[in-house]
């Protein structure tokens, strides 16, 4: 990979595989090894590189599969990405996947645990409860808890008992890959020219398919390479994009949105592979009760954690401060419910702060985005020509 283009490009490659070829070939040089896949949103993903397993994101099919076996199994008053997650497992895209984990968002998340189990996918199904208590000694202990019971499924398949050193050093790879990601969104809030959120966004994807090692020396380069003065500015508005956490929105709207004048500094796409913010204690004897105490202290924002002691809406005001966005786009999923019941939550809060705002929703598997790409131009164009006049739109 000697050019960010090409470090682009296999990215996009790897983050829409359907068949995870790369976790396959992983899986298949080494007798033993263990596959573990995961829904959407966040999962502690160096457990599982303790043991010497890989974790493997899956997020549906978006706009590159066709749904109709998916149908059968959920409502039409339900999200988009449980059909389409259901229509890649009956497929046969997920075959070689030997364990699937669904972390608590939603009833429907937990649901399609249950389809899982009920089709007898993979060798073991885990809905993954986290803590709703964020006191230590209660949601912390329950937490590990949960967690040992991951390594002891994927024990009974490789027979790997995890160490502390193992954990520490799975840790420190994983702390260095959401720094270096980190990185990527600093620069592009000071010069979000150097690369597209689309091509952000393939970068950030493409680490769920593919070992942390590997992706880590992607990360490397791409630092590097946006530290250079590349690209041309435009004349866009920064905004940041808060509802998109689950569900994952057609690369289609993701580049739209660029495209109708804005700059996208800070969103919550993949919002799992940055969920901790800082480090995680890499040094410590207990490096489960350092993973669930990362949990509790650093966790970003999100519509799937109860955070009653710490609003959500002043956590994403601040970073509206800090990004020096000049407003927030409210993008969810049809039919989320943890967004949609957070929607008025927080333009009520925008309302009384005075931050601008726009709302719409998607579905993954969206592919016009006319009028969508006709409102965020608007948006973007009331600013440039009212900015300091308190403009709200909904």
Not at 24 to 48: C, H, N, S, T
Not at 73 to 78: A, D, E, N, P, W
Not at 366 to 380: D, L, P
Request: charged share 25%.
């Amino acid at each position: 990979m000697n050019t960010l283009k090409e470090i682009i490009d296999l990215c996009k490659v790897q983050s829409f595989d359907m068949d995870f070829t790369r976790a396959k070939e992983w899986k298949a040089e080494k007798e033993g090894r263990v596959l573990v896949g995961y829904m959407p949103i966040y999962f502690p993903r160096e457990i599982i590189h303790a043991a010497g397993a890989m974790a493997v994101g899956i997020f549906g099919g978006g706009d590159r599969k066709q749904i109709i076996k998916g149908d059968a199994y959920y409502q039409s008053y339900i999200c988009h990405i449980p059909r389409s997650i259901i229509e890649l497992a009956l497929d046969k895209h997920l075959d070689h996947i030997d364990g699937f984990i669904f972390p608590s968002i939603c009833d429907v998340i937990r649901n399609l645990s249950g389809i899982f189990k009920q089709q007898k996918i993979g060798k073991f199904v885990k809905y993954m409860d986290f803590p709703q208590n964020f006191l230590p000694e209660i949601g912390g202990v329950f937490y590990q808890q949960e967690m040992e019971h991951v390594l002891q499924y994927i024990k009974e398949i490789n027979g790997i008992e995890v160490t502390k050193e193992a954990l520490n050093h799975s840790i420190d790879l994983y702390n260095k890959n959401r720094k270096m990601i980190s990185f990527i969104y600093d620069i592009r809030q000071d010069f979000p020219w150097r690369m597209s959120i689309e091509e952000v966004y393939y970068i950030v994807r493409a680490g769920t398919t593919m070992p942390v090692e590997e992706h880590n020396a992607l990360l490397e380069k791409v630092c590097e390479f946006i530290k250079e003065d590349i690209g041309v500015p435009q004349d866009k508005i920064k905004v940041i994009i808060s509802g998109a956490f689950c569900e994952q929105p057609a690369i289609g709207l993701i580049k739209a949105i660029e495209e109708a004048g804005c700059y996208v500094v800070e969103d919550d796409y993949m919002l799992g592979s940055r969920m901790i913010l800082g480090d995680i204690d890499a040094t410590t004897d207990n490096p489960l009760e350092a993973i669930s105490t990362s949990y509790i202290n650093q966790s970003q924002y999100s519509s799937s954690i109860y955070d009653v002691h710490n609003p959500k809406e002043f956590r994403l005001a601040k970073m509206v401060k800090e990004r020096g966005a000049n407003g927030v786009i409210f993008a969810s999923a049809s039919f989320c419910d943890p967004s949609l019941l957070d929607a008025p939550i927080f333009q009520n809060a925008f309302n009384k702060l005075g931050i601008r705002y726009i709302a719409f929703q998607y579905s993954e598997n969206i592919n016009q985005f006319k009028v969508i790409k006709e409102q965020v131009g608007a948006f973007s164009d009331s600013i440039k020509l009212w900015e300091d006049e308190p403009v709200i739109t909904a």
